[in-house]
């Protein structure tokens, strides 16, 4: 009998690094039967691979040019520099050489927060927006930060304000039990350790500037009206599991 784990199964479909993500919230296979088998097998590291999108278009708050471009070339520029990390990492351990350990090292944070952040970021939209906060999300906006509106007027100014290029980042954060709105500089800085990312908006030129220009605040209240909620809701419910 051909065991085949739920790790292996996605990433037979292209999957890739985002298969620890979904087999965390239990929807990328059925559960059952399979799982049980595969507790037995150890989680071995795995290639980052590029997800596939789920959806043909943004239109017309993200353009198609640019959402061809942020997925098929930026993005995958950072799962191959973070592959290429892990490599040089591995070469390094060979040799027992760590002369370049401080390179290697920045570029696994920068290329790997990059692959993480731009994976959150094709399921944190969905074409004219998808679902609403789930109840137990809801519950937990207010108490983090009043309303809804303000969870997202916070976000808004937050992501519009990221210095140079990064990230607007709702996140879990698990010590206080509160969701958090942070900036990410770069993919890398000014991270709350611990935290679970569950939305994020690029705030980097290539991801508004062929159709905003300069624009950004405009793309940014753009952007909340393709929230997918969906999404959002199964990270929380993972993340507070
Ligand atoms: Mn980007």
Not at 27 to 43: K, L, V, Y
Request: glycine letters at 8%; one cysteine or more; a negative charge.
């Amino acid at each position: 009998m051909v065991r085949l784990s739920r790790r292996d199964a996605l990433r037979s479909i292209g999957l890739g690094g985002m298969s620890l993500a979904i087999a965390a919230t239990g929807c990328g296979t059925d559960e059952g039967e399979s799982e049980m088998e595969e507790t037995e097998t150890p989680a071995g590291p795995q290639t980052y691979a590029l997800p596939p999108l789920a959806y043909k278009s943004l239109e017309p708050v993200i353009d198609d040019a640019t959402l061809a471009l942020h997925h098929d070339k930026h993005h995958a520029g950072y799962v191959k520099g973070a592959n290429a990390a892990v490599e040089a990492l591995q070469q390094a351990r060979a040799a027992g050489d760590y002369q370049l350990i401080k390179n290697h090292e920045r570029a696994l944070a920068f290329h790997g927060s990059g692959h993480a952040l731009h994976t959150l970021y094709w399921t944190s939209m969905w074409p004219a927006g998808r679902g609403q906060p789930s109840a137990e999300m809801k519950a937990a906006v207010e108490d983090s930060f009043g309303s809804a509106e303000k969870m997202l007027a916070q976000f808004a100014a937050a992501t519009k304000a990221v210095e140079a290029s990064g990230w607007g980042v709702l996140a879990w954060e698990p010590l206080g039990k509160r969701l958090v709105v942070l900036q990410a500089e770069r993919h890398q800085d000014l991270t709350l350790w611990g935290c679970v990312p569950l939305m994020v908006c690029d705030v980097w030129e290539h991801a508004y500037y062929l159709k905003y220009q300069n624009r950004r605040a405009e793309y940014v209240d753009a952007w909340a009206k393709i929230i997918d909620w969906d999404s959002v809701n199964r990270r929380f419910a993972a993340a507070v599991a």
